[in-house]
């Protein structure tokens, strides 16, 4: 299926899985949840780069299901996401700034840690419909780091400048943003 195909499709899905009802009403309630339909929309429809089960493992994948969209009996594309040696510490670094209003956060912060193996700009490999979807995302989940992001960061970059800066790891090849040649890789447009 070729990407103009898919978004008719994804819209479709997205659509379908909020018109499900949710197991609960804290589920019903969780903001995560229209940001949870979105991911797993988009890997319904075979965009991003995330497993058929988020990253998260079959059990909790299908408690994921069951809570917040039990009425879905379809599997996304069966297929593989790099491992990534730093995706512990990406993780840790989102749990150490979560918000602690929803236990949805631990899920979040596995399912993004896992699309940071992904090749495209952060959004696009969590299979969300816009960057502005992950921008909500960080502020509902993790907005010390959302606060922390002033500039506007591309979000991948973002996280990994954080995490690296954590470790004392220094790769960035300029001093500042304002005179580093590599500017528009980490700033700007997210098409
Ligand atoms: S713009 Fe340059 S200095 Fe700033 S985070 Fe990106 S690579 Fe590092």
Redesign the pocket.
Known sequence: MNAPDRLPCRTALFAGLLAMPAAAAWAAADPNRPLLASIVAGQLADTGCLPADLGLGEPIHAYLIRQYFPGLDTCGPQRRTEAIPEWSDLQKLMLDHRAREYPSELLVANIVATACAGRDHLWQDLGLANRNELSRLMWVNFPALARANTAD?KWK?FLY?QFCSREGIY???????GV????A???GAEN
């Open positions: 960061m970059k400048r790769v960035c090849p300029a001093p500042s943003c580093c040649k590599d500017y890789q980490c700033f």
